[in-house]
């Protein structure tokens, strides 16, 4: 006996004709291999069937969303220390290629020779400018060099408190519009 039309039924029952229908159980009251195979099937979709959805534990939500904000914040500082160490190995690289350029295009000798006189000047410099800014220090009014102070100094106070706000805020809030 052929089961192919019958095993096929069993599986798509929902798009089959009342005729075939009372065929497929006349056939499966008859045929062993048949009415196994159907039982297995709606065992299958017993199984397949919806279950209820299960009500969320107390607190996941609020849980989940600590824990994804906290797994942004990580990967984001991972990606910020990436470029970072990025950035400062390229720096560091270039740096060696150009002192490497350096002593190939200039003699050790003539560095050697500009280093011994640049450290043997260096307090000569040095006493230089603290002439000049003590020539231009007496040229300047004292109200002058007061006034100038005081802005910088308000300017430098304000800069900060604005620098200092800005990351307070950023590390209580975070970044937003992310």
Not at 11 to 30: G, M, N, W
Not at 62 to 75: D, E, G, I, M, S
Request: with cysteine; glycine share 6%; proline share 7%.
């Amino acid at each position: 006996m052929s089961h192919l039309p019958f095993e096929n039924w069993i599986f798509e029952r929902e798009k089959l004709t009342p005729s075939q229908i009372s065929e497929l159980e006349a056939h499966v009251k008859s045929c062993q291999q048949c009415s196994q195979l159907q039982t297995a099937w709606k065992g299958v979709e017993v199984l397949l069937e919806k279950p209820p959805l299960a009500p969320a534990p107390p607190q996941f939500v609020n849980r989940f969303q600590a824990n994804l904000a906290q797994r942004k914040a990580n990967r984001q500082k991972r990606q910020i220390r990436i470029i970072l160490f990025g950035l400062g190995g390229s720096f560091i690289l270039l740096s060696i290629i150009l002192v490497v350029r350096l002593l190939w295009s200039v003699p050790p000798a003539q560095i050697l020779s500009d280093l011994i006189g640049w450290i043997t000047l260096a307090p000569q410099r040095w006493s230089e400018l603290r002439y000049i800014l003590y020539y231009w220090g007496s040229q300047i009014p004292p109200l002058t060099l007061l006034v100038f102070v005081l802005i910088l100094v308000g300017w430098s106070i304000l800069l900060l408190t604005l620098w200092f706000l800005t990351l307070q805020r950023l590390s209580h809030q975070g970044v937003r519009g992310q």
